[in-house]
């Protein structure tokens, strides 16, 4: 079994990382946390100020200092920010008590997902669905070769891919 390990949720931006998580963490008693939020309340800024006040790379390097600190919880799932994947070491942190899980959706389930959003502002283009396309054609393989295991999202509901989530890794 699972041996208080955590479950990290990886996957584009609109993928559901949030949702399935929330669900996921109901169905297994674990407790859910989401590293955008918990930076957002110690800034006591939206992801949105941040980015345009001190700009990406400074929120980056918060994003660093904050997977390091959740790495070391347990039985926690944890959703990640789409970013994640930029630096190996934040993959690397988060595996040493998690199983990486890839949500793995197409661009248009994305685009759906986000196209009233106003919250991403990597996505704030003129063509979003452009935008979506060619990030997650750069952020694809990185999802690809830093996950145990990929779950695809789109034709299933958050409840059905939990439970299918749940199975899977208690089987494992
Ligand atoms: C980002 C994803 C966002 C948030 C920030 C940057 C990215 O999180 O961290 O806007 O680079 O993909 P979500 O994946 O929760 O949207």
């Known amino acids: ?19 399935i ?19 957002e309340q110690e800034q006591n800024k939206t992801i949105n100020q941040i980015f345009s006040i001190f700009g990406e790379e400074y929120f980056r390097e918060l994003e660093k200092q904050t997977y390091l600190k959740v790495s070391n919880l347990k039985n926690y799932v944890i959703s990640t920010g789409g970013g994640v994947v ?5 993959i690397i942190n988060l595996k040493k008590n998690g199983i990486i899980i890839y949500l793995k959706a197409t661009p248009e389930k994305i685009y759906e997902n986000l196209k009233y ?28 070769k ?24 208690q089987n494992r």
């Open 21 to 39: 998580g929330k669900e996921l963490a109901k169905n297994l008693s674990f407790s859910f946390i989401e590293t955008d939020v918990v930076i």
């Open 117 to 144: 959003d106003n919250k991403r502002p990597l996505l704030n283009t003129k063509n979003k669905y452009k935008t979506i396309c060619t990030l997650l054609k750069e952020r694809e393989p990185l999802y690809e």
């Open 86 to 90: 930029k630096y190996q070491q934040n």
């Open 1 to 19: 079994m699972m041996n208080n390990k955590n479950i990290v949720l990886i996957g584009f931006m609109g993928c559901g990382k949030t949702t």
């Open 146 to 169: 830093y996950s145990d295991i990929t779950f695809e999202v789109n034709d299933n509901t958050p409840f059905v891919l939990a439970k299918d989530i749940k199975n899977n890794i």
